[in-house]
């Protein structure tokens, strides 16, 4: 099979079905990250298999497994190439999509990635995330915040729920230690006005997965997120 039928293949083994134009997105992202990641780090799975299945499979289990409504605006906190994002994007095309990325070679990488798409209404932001979560532009405006394998989700929450606006959602994907990556963020989620509302497994290669569900009941105190590098450092 060529890159395109194996890719349909295990997007409709996973239970999930895009039309031809997103798959050929795909593959043109695909190619692009390999063809970048010869000069920059952008990923370390380069055989086209394991990237379908470890990052394109992987990241479009958010838009099976989650109920997305219409036209809702997603933030891809610590985006890095773009997954889970772009990929989101690619499949949910009617979605408002922002992507915040600290390195400045990735923003780059981005910028080209959405331009040679021609992806529309997707934003980069190339600042850390404590900076950006401060500016009224982004404050609390994002129905929807997805992270993947940034940090652990004491610091996440920290990071990503000063996005989201009161009644949103976090999404955290995490592998098999997240129940004790819960335990640790309880007091971090409770004081960014979180509260963990579903856990959703699934497993990829027979290996688990799970999406964390953090519902926003109320809105971040202002002085969160603290200064840029203080969530890592010192989580709450």
Same mark, same amino acid.
């Given at each position: $099979?060529?890159?395109?039928?194996?890719?349909?293949?295990?997007?409709?083994?996973? =239970? $999930?079905?895009?039309?031809?134009?997103?798959?050929?997105?795909?593959? !043109?992202?695909?190619?692009?990250?390999?063809?970048?990641? &010869?000069?920059?780090?952008?990923?370390?799975? *380069?055989?086209?298999?394991?990237?379908?299945?470890?990052?394109?499979?992987?990241?479009?289990?958010?838009?099976?497994? @989650?109920?997305?409504?219409?036209?809702?605006?997603? #933030?891809? #906190?610590? *985006? =890095? /190439?773009?997954?889970?994002? #772009?990929?989101?994007? @690619?499949? %949910?095309?009617?979605?408002?999509?922002?992507?915040?990325?600290?390195? %400045?070679?990735?923003?780059?990488?981005?910028?080209?990635?959405?331009?040679?798409? =021609?992806? &529309?209404?997707?934003?980069?932001?190339?600042? %850390?995330?404590?900076?950006?979560? !401060? &500016?009224?532009?982004?404050?609390?405006?994002?129905?929807? /915040?997805?992270?993947?394998?940034?940090?652990?989700? !004491?610091?996440?929450?920290?990071?990503?729920?000063?996005?989201?606006?009161?009644?949103?959602?976090?999404?955290?994907?995490? =592998? +098999?230690? /997240?129940? +004790? +990556?819960?335990?640790?963020?309880?007091?971090?989620?409770? #004081? $960014?006005?979180? +509260?963990?509302?579903?856990?959703?497994?699934?497993? @990829?290669?027979?290996?688990?997965?799970?999406?964390? @569900?953090?519902?926003?009941?109320?809105?971040?105190?202002?002085?969160?997120? %603290?200064?840029?590098?203080?969530?890592? &450092?010192?989580?709450?």
């Amino acid at each position: $099979m060529n890159d395109f039928e194996i890719l349909k293949s295990q997007i409709l083994k996973s =239970g $999930m079905d895009i039309g031809e134009g997103g798959l050929e997105s795909i593959l !043109k992202y695909m190619d692009l990250i390999l063809a970048w990641n &010869k000069k920059i780090n952008l990923t370390g799975i *380069t055989k086209k298999k394991d990237f379908i299945e470890k990052h394109v499979i992987d990241s479009l289990m958010v838009t099976k497994l @989650i109920k997305i409504e219409n036209c809702s605006s997603m #933030i891809d #906190i610590g *985006t =890095g /190439a773009g997954i889970p994002g #772009i990929l989101i994007k @690619i499949a %949910r095309p009617d979605l408002k999509m922002i992507l915040v990325e600290a390195i %400045r070679k990735k923003a780059d990488f981005l910028n080209e990635a959405v331009s040679q798409l =021609g992806i &529309k209404n997707i934003e980069i932001v190339n600042e %850390r995330s404590e900076t950006a979560a !401060k &500016k009224e532009k982004y404050r609390e405006k994002s129905d929807i /915040a997805v992270a993947r394998a940034v940090s652990s989700l !004491k610091v996440l929450a920290e990071l990503c729920l000063p996005f989201v606006k009161k009644d949103g959602i976090f999404i955290a994907m995490k =592998g +098999e230690k /997240a129940k +004790e +990556e819960i335990n640790e963020a309880r007091n971090s989620l409770s #004081i $960014m006005g979180g +509260e963990i509302s579903d856990i959703i497994e699934y497993k @990829i290669a027979n290996l688990s997965h799970r999406l964390i @569900i953090i519902k926003k009941i109320a809105s971040t105190p202002e002085k969160y997120p %603290r200064r840029p590098g203080m969530p890592e &450092k010192n989580p709450l």
